[in-house]
């Protein structure tokens, strides 16, 4: 933000898009009793056991960080003066100005300093999130299951069926072809989309669209007692698909028309190979499951378990909920917590419930920032896992815990019920 801009509260709605107040930008008129100068300039501090404020691209505007969001309805700070100064809000103890602030989501505190002259400056503080609410289609119970980015178009995979945004998240539309039946193979696990090509991994199978979702060719995969084993994640490359599905890695090498499954070299447990996580990179192929992390030299024909990760005599924490990469790093979410690799699964990174982190169901990344579903939280962490801060599902959306998670730049989509919450840092 440039210098003379500030952040003001209006309560509005648009579009039921934001949660509750939203901020608006105001330019204010330059002129010379509004620009900082050593007479109105002020410094903020707060107790470091709360969390940190610093200034962000604008000196009139302080970002607070908490390490529990739920401090914010009531935030001590001290505000620091130039002699003879004085502040809007507060009052003076021992020399120093204290005072107590609300800066829920999207509510912003204003402050203003008076210099000993009488020139004024005003600042504002407010969260290091801006929340914003994209809501689903008036439908009972509508659960984000996937959220896929394809340029502009958004695409949201739930138990009603396919979802898609063109405008940005303002509204979302089913794509009715998805409308099977029986009614439950409709619920859409994962999804993939580039151009006109929709690629939507259900409970039954999978269903491919190479006509931006007009119509849909299903492909079941059943197996020899008659059991559906659904797809549960997507990776493309090129001409070839890869799906992890309930029982092995099912493939197809010509855009869906014709299909292979394999489970060689994959630990069965309980008499299936759950592939909860999938990654394709050349003719190597990774695929997270509840009994490790798989390594396929071959384009998935066959498999290795990687025996670096993790300690196998710790089996529940081999399991892998979910598999992401970014920028060739791939984070791992894990039953207690999440592993992070950098090398191709020759070493790992642990970030579990040393670092507050419980199971970890999803985990994506960008630059700095990990995000995780965490039970029934969204953690946060923007040092790359050196610290990682909670958020509960109420201080985001609703009583609903958060089902998935997605990233766009520093931008976080957190799936909910009816909809999905979109976090913003602010810079």
Known sequence: MNAGVLYLVAKIGFMNKFIGP???LVAL??????????????????DPNI????????????????????QMQALPVVYHLPPGASVSTGKREGGVWKDTINILPNNAHVVTVTSEQGTTHPYVIVWQYVLEKMSFPNLPYTRAQDIFFDGNNIYAGTNNGLLLSDDGGQSFNFINTLDFHPSYAKYVNCVY?????????????????????KTFARHDYISPNGYAWGVSTIAVQG??????????VMISRDRGATFDTTTVGIIRQNSTANIRGIYASGSTVYAGAETGLYISRDGGRT????????DREKELYARVNYLYVNNGVMYLANADGISVTADKGNTFAYYNRDYGLRGALRVVASGDMICVIDGGMVTISTDKGKSFVHYY????????????VAMKGDVIYCGFLNGITVIKTRH
């Open 22 to 24: 939203i901020l608006i």
């Open 29 to 46: 008129t330059a002129c010379t009793k509004h620009q900082p100068n050593s007479s109105t300039q002020l410094y903020i501090s707060m």
């Open 51 to 70: 969390g940190t404020i610093y200034n962000g691209d604008s000196p009139d505007t302080f970002l607070v960080q908490l390490i529990n969001p739920q």
């Open 193 to 213: 989309a580039e151009g006109q090509t929709i690629y939507a991994g259900l409970i039954t199978g999978l269903a491919v669209s190479h006509d931006g979702g």
């Open 239 to 248: 001409d070839t698909i890869y799906m992890g599905t309930g029982n092995g």
């Open 303 to 310: 498999f290795a378990i990687d025996n670096n990760f993790p």
């Open 393 to 404: 599902n109420e201080d985001l959306w609703g009583t609903e815990p958060p089902t998935t």
